[in-house]
DNA sequence: CTGTATCCCCATAGATACTG
DNA sequence: CAGTATCTATGGGGATACAG
């Protein structure tokens, strides 16, 4: 998985790595539901943030804004009154939902599994919390 | 991308959806460098410990340990003086591999495109804020 | 060797209020 | 409508010390 560039020099394993630049740039709460919310087409900053539904202003703006300066989403402004904005994905943009798609299957496929692992571990943990 | 379980539940995006369980799951500074590790065999604690280098001993038996409870990782303690631990990747952990590939792979063929884009933002950011 | 226990800090998310 | 600005606090993570 990890690419060349890291898997060669084990005590850098942290940052310059690929791997860990890519999931640093989706690994928060939100920034994969706009991803896909903007793979269905473009959209205005009130349709997102209704449609997340829980982000407060502050982090829908500093998500977007992260993904516009990673390339990932373009920001349109209309010069009206009252304003208009709108966020689509880039073409860079795009090509991430592959990858994504392939993380979101695994998890539909493995879900269960990763449910019962849970719930047996959980048991287990609690046996033995009473034993001792 | 994410899949349809979410997809047709716009407001319930957040916690029930697969792909954001899955990438919780994975989306920590730490989880993805010791699935990397075990995927080239079983390993020590100690070893662990010295290949990735930064990382507190609270981080990795906590990171493992979840990993354990998800079910992607085992944990096997031999009863010796000094004591042994050796975690290995499940055959569910395994499975995780290809679609950590598919993103690091993302990450190495677009990172330039990244890190293009970053400058550029910063630049374009940098020379508003002088004309400011 | 493989952990636990404890303290502490500070980055970050959330809430709230305000603006062009 | 589409954001800023400001405040707060909470809990995640590091450092350290200790234990079986």
């Known amino acids: ?15 310059q790595c690929p791997t860990r630049q890519a999931l640093d740039l989706i690994a928060d709460k939100w920034t994969t539901l706009l991803i896909y919310l903007l793979s ?10 209704r449609q ?5 202003q502050k982090m829908l703006t500093q998500t977007l804004r992260k993904l516009e300066r990673d390339g990932l989403v373009t920001r349109h402004v209309y010069p009206e ?19 994504l798609g392939a ?3 695994w998890a539909g496929t493995h879900l269960s ?11 287990l943990q609690k046996k033995a919390a009473l034993s001792a």
Chains 1, 2 share one sequence.
Request: some cysteine.
């Open 1 to 15: 998985m990890v690419s060349k560039a890291c898997s060669l020099a084990p005590n850098v394993l942290s940052a």
């Open 40 to 49: 269905k087409g473009k959209q205005r900053y009130g349709d997102l943030h």
């Open 52 to 56: 997340v539904g829980g982000i407060s």
């Open 81 to 99: 009154v009252p304003p208009r904005t709108e966020y689509e994905l880039t073409k860079l943009g795009h090509t991430l939902i592959g990858p």
């Open 103 to 105: 993380l979101c299957e």
């Open 113 to 123: 599994e990763l449910e019962q692992a849970r719930k047996r571990y959980d048991h």
